[in-house]
């Protein structure tokens, strides 16, 4: 997401020993309870841990490093990307098999931050980052926007369904909004088994589910929006050091990026300047 990055070690495995940490302070402490709130410390009663989802890498393609990934799309056979990093930001259209970006629209500035993407309706809508704005173009023309609106929060990873944008903001919120003016219709707390996930980032809708990368992790977790449950998890740790091993990887390179090709049934994903795009398929 951004580029002052805190590491991060395993996210399930540290939130469970932080649960029971949660659960063996209180049942030690006889004091009166506090105002204060602690984030992810109460289980969620009713929901199920979410399902560890198997996958088969298909095809490693190459990936140009000088793309600080924030948003991914497949649209007529080519890539279509966000990238962030303030000046370096932009919109690139490129083929799938080489990498090679054959378009690229320079739209950051010293102050503008370029976020995730979505392609809806012959549409482009890219989020920023701090800015507030939601920049829209023609599919066929992504040297200008042909709109921009207001966005009341920090703008992360977006998709959408058949009617509605879907944006994250770091939070453990995902805003289902209208299209044609980018207004909040519903908001939903996206929660696992043990609380809310907090840093949801790039987002992609897969046969229905949200599938989304927690900045800053090995984890893409898939999410039932009809009620904001994380219902499974794909879990990719060190991949691109396992297949790009002269790959001098630095703090802020994560996993971002996520693409969906629903003619051939394949995801593609990616992370912050990486050398690889992988193509899987899930079970």
């Known amino acids: 997401m951004f580029s002052n990055f805190v590491l991060k070690f395993d996210i399930p495995m540290i939130r469970h020993i932080y649960l029971i940490f949660i659960l063996f302070t209180v049942s030690c402490n006889n004091s009166t309870k506090t105002n204060e709130s602690v984030d992810n410390?109460?289980?969620?009663?009713?929901?199920?841990?979410?399902?560890?989802?198997?996958?088969?890498?298909?095809?490693?393609?190459p990936h140009d490093t000088s793309?600080?990934?924030?948003?991914?799309?497949?649209?007529?056979g080519k890539f279509y990307e966000g990238t962030g990093d303030y000046i370096n930001s932009s919109i690139r259209i490129a083929e799938i098999q080489t990498g090679k970006v054959?378009?690229?629209?320079?739209m950051g500035t010293t102050e503008i931050f370029g976020e995730g993407i979505t392609i809806f309706?012959?549409?482009i809508y890219q989020l920023t980052w701090k800015n507030h704005q939601i920049n829209v173009y023609d599919i066929k023309?992504?040297?200008?926007?042909?709109?921009t609106f207001n966005w009341p929060y920090e703008g992360w990873g977006i998709t959408h369904n058949e009617t509605e944008l879907i944006i994250s903001d770091g939070s453990a919120n995902l805003?289902?909004?209208?299209?044609?003016?980018?207004?909040?219709?519903?908001?939903?707390?996206?929660?696992?088994?043990?609380?809310?996930?907090?840093?949801?980032?790039e987002l992609e809708l897969i046969d229905g589910n949200i599938f989304a990368n927690i900045y800053g992790s090995d984890y893409i977790i898939k999410i039932d929006p009809s009620n904001g449950h994380v219902i499974g998890s794909i879990n990719l740790p060190g991949l691109i050091k396992q297949?790009?091993?002269?790959?001098?990887?630095d703090e802020e390179e994560v996993l971002n990026g996520i693409a969906w090709d629903s003619a051939n049934k394949k995801i593609y994903i990616t992370g912050k300047r990486w050398p690889k795009v992988f193509e899987i398929t899930i079970n």
């Open 141 to 147: 023309n992504i040297n200008q926007p042909i709109k």
């Open 67 to 76: 793309a600080y990934t924030q948003g991914l799309e497949i649209y007529n």
């Open 102 to 106: 054959i378009q690229k629209h320079m």
């Open 175 to 201: 805003y289902f909004v209208k299209p044609e003016d980018c207004s909040i219709k519903t908001t939903k707390q996206i929660t696992d088994n043990i609380g809310p996930i907090k840093s949801i980032n």
């Open 121 to 123: 309706k012959d549409k």
């Open 41 to 61: 410390g109460s289980v969620s009663i009713g929901i199920s841990a979410p399902v560890n989802i198997p996958y088969n890498i298909t095809a490693i393609y």
């Open 243 to 249: 297949y790009s091993k002269g790959y001098q990887l």
